[in-house]
C-alpha cells in the first residue's frame, strides 16, 4: 500500500530535550516536505527537500533541522525544542514538486507537546 | 510575497445546499492552486488541482477554476452530503517548490 509514515503519533517532551521524529514514504517521492498545523494558521511550510541531500527552507524553519539521505526518509529534527513548538507535524511527499504528478500525500500527523 | 486567504468559518449548510468557499491568493509568477480536504483525525487529501490561469479542476462533484485576473480559487459543489463535512484548505505552490496555506475552513454538513 502506498503511505507516508511517521513516528511518533503522540509525543511528549520537555523544553531543551533533543528528539527526531520520522517520516518515510514508499512511493519513490523525489519531493518531500514538513508542515506545523496550528489553530488559525493552517499549516506552514518547515523545509522541503526535492530530492536525496538536497533540502530548502520553507516558511518556518527556524527551530528544526532535516536531512535527506535516502529518497525514502525525511527525518524532522528538534535539537532543542521549545513550548511554541508545540503543534501538529505532517510530513508529506509528492513524484515532483509541481507538474501534472504533483499530487501530495500526506503522513497521519504527530501531535507533539513540549512542556 | 506569497500567501492564500480563504473564508473563516465555520460553514454549516443543510444536506443538498450549494456551497461556495472563498479563496484568493498572492504569488509572484505562476503558482499552482490546490484544494485539500481534511477529515478529523487524518492528514490532507488532495481534492483537486489547476496548473495554470483557466484550467479547472473537479473532482468528486467539488469544482474550481483558476481566475488569474481575481487571483482566486474558489470552492463550488452544487449538492452538498453529510460526508462532505471536514475542513479545506486551499494552497499554492510557487515556482520555487514552496507550498502556501490557508487557514483552512471548516465545513459542518446537517441532514
Known amino acids: 500500500e502506498a503511505q507516508v509514515t511517521q513516528n511518533p503519533r503522540y509525543l511528549i517532551t520537555v523544553t531543551g530535550k533533543k528528539l527526531t521524529v520520522t517520516c518515510s514514504q514508499n512511493?519513490?517521492?523525489?519531493?518531500m516536505s514538513w508542515y506545523r498545523q496550528d489553530p488559525g494558521l493552517g499549516l506552514r511550510q518547515i523545509y522541503y527537500?526535492?530530492?536525496?541531500?538536497?533540502?530548502d527552507k520553507g516558511d518556518v524553519p527556524e527551530g528544526y533541522k532535516v536531512s535527506r539521505k535516502e529518497k525514502r526518509n525525511f527525518p524532522l529534527i528538534l535539537e532543542s525544542p521549545s513550548p511554541n513548538q508545540t503543534s501538529l507535524y505532517f510530513c508529506?511527499?509528492?513524484?515532483?514538486?509541481?507538474?501534472?504528478?504533483?499530487?501530495?500525500?500526506f503522513g497521519p500527523g504527530t501531535r507533539l507537546t513540549v512542556l | 510575497g506569497n500567501s492564500v486567504t480563504q473564508m473563516e468559518g465555520p460553514v454549516t449548510l443543510s444536506e443538498e445546499a450549494f456551497l461556495t468557499i472563498n479563496c484568493t491568493y498572492t504569488?509572484?509568477?505562476?503558482?499552482?492552486l490546490f484544494w485539500y480536504v481534511q477529515y478529523p483525525g487524518e492528514g490532507l487529501q488532495l481534492l483537486l488541482k489547476?496548473?495554470?490561469?483557466?484550467d479547472k479542476g473537479s473532482n468528486k462533484g467539488f469544482e474550481a477554476t483558476y481566475r488569474k485576473e481575481t487571483t482566486s480559487f474558489h470552492l463550488e459543489k452544487g449538492s452538498v452530503q453529510v460526508s462532505d463535512s471536514a475542513v479545506y484548505f486551499c494552497?499554492?505552490?510557487?515556482?520555487?517548490?514552496?507550498?502556501?496555506f490557508g487557514t483552512g475552513t471548516s465545513l459542518t454538513v446537517i441532514p
Open positions: 489547476a496548473t495554470k490561469a483557466d
Open positions: 508529506a511527499s509528492s513524484l515532483r514538486a509541481g507538474g501534472v504528478a504533483d499530487t501530495q500525500y
Open positions: 527537500s526535492m530530492n536525496v541531500e538536497v533540502t
Open positions: 504569488a509572484t509568477g505562476y503558482p499552482s
Open positions: 494552497a499554492l505552490l510557487n515556482t520555487g517548490n514552496q507550498f502556501y
Open positions: 512511493m519513490n517521492h523525489e519531493y
